[in-house]
């Protein structure tokens, strides 16, 4: 049995996706440099992990109510509270930030008696303070794993495509776009930024660079058979022979995040947002940033022998069947 929407989706698309590259690009250009702006001028939103703060590692009496437990820590004015919990279901993590001049009067332990209030039986097994020279220190690590990550990514494509530079380049640059939008729009909604955060951008680069390779796979299958037609005649033809594939994958991925999107409550949002995001504008770069590239950097297909194969009309002199 079919799901009607699957089995009513069009099989043949005629798009003219190259049309439209120039507008796309300048679209690209204006959304970077808006992202610099609003890093420049807003900056993230960062969380307890980056920006310090403290942490309370405690036991509860029975298994902890995480959310009533969050909702406790900001009634008592911690912000930023983050509640986790590890090893068994007694076991707590909680990370907040204290203003300063909370801090400066012994806020930590003001908290830690409302807690005591809250919870009878609650047990805190140890209190730290988290210093903005150790969050820095890991906020720097988690953009280096990025950069290792783009890095380990454009060994994998020239390793796959060894016959262009191209191909690797255009792939590197989609997914830095991809990862520099996603950044950016979590500092305009000022949504805040964890480790969680980094996460959730390691499986943007992953999701974005497996979307690249499969439309490169495409066009280099397209490459060897129509060897004599224009470059961007053969872009449109892949994307459009992909774009099913490309709908249904990319609704997938999103509807399952879509519950815990909405659902998913505070903790869950930051991480999930920024994958759905990252989803979205890595499906749009693949299309409009990786191949562009390619269109304008072209491709090697100096092969005296290569047959003419009829794309619509190709052969004789004939101009080519026009796209919608």
Known sequence: MHWPLI???PTEFHFRFTKYAPVAAIISGLAI???VVVL?????????????GN????????????????ARMTDFGAEDASVQAFGSPRDVIIKFKLSEQQQNNDGVEAVKSKLAAAVPGITFKRTEVVGPKVSGELLRSGFLALGAALLLMLVYIWIRFPSGLQFGSGAVIAVLHDVALTVGMMAFLQIEFTMTSIAA???VIGYSMNEKVITFDRLRENLRKFK???????INLSENERLSRTIITGSTAVLALAGMLFLGGPALFPLVFAMVFG????????????LPIILIWGVNRND???????????KDGKKPKQMP
């Open 7 to 9: 089995k009513n989706l």
């Open 33 to 35: 440099i808006a992202t």
């Open 40 to 52: 420049f001028t807003h900056g993230l939103n960062l969380g307890t992990d980056f920006a310090g």
């Open 55 to 70: 942490v309370l590692e405690v036991e509860t009496p029975a298994a902890a109510d995480l959310g009533m437990l969050r």
């Open 201 to 203: 951008l390691l499986t």
């Open 228 to 234: 004599k037609t224009p470059l961007a005649d053969i």
């Open 279 to 290: 989803i979205l504008i890595g499906t749009y770069s693949s299309i409009y940033v990786a």
């Open 304 to 314: 005296p022998d290569a047959e003419i194969v009829d794309l619509g009309g190709f």
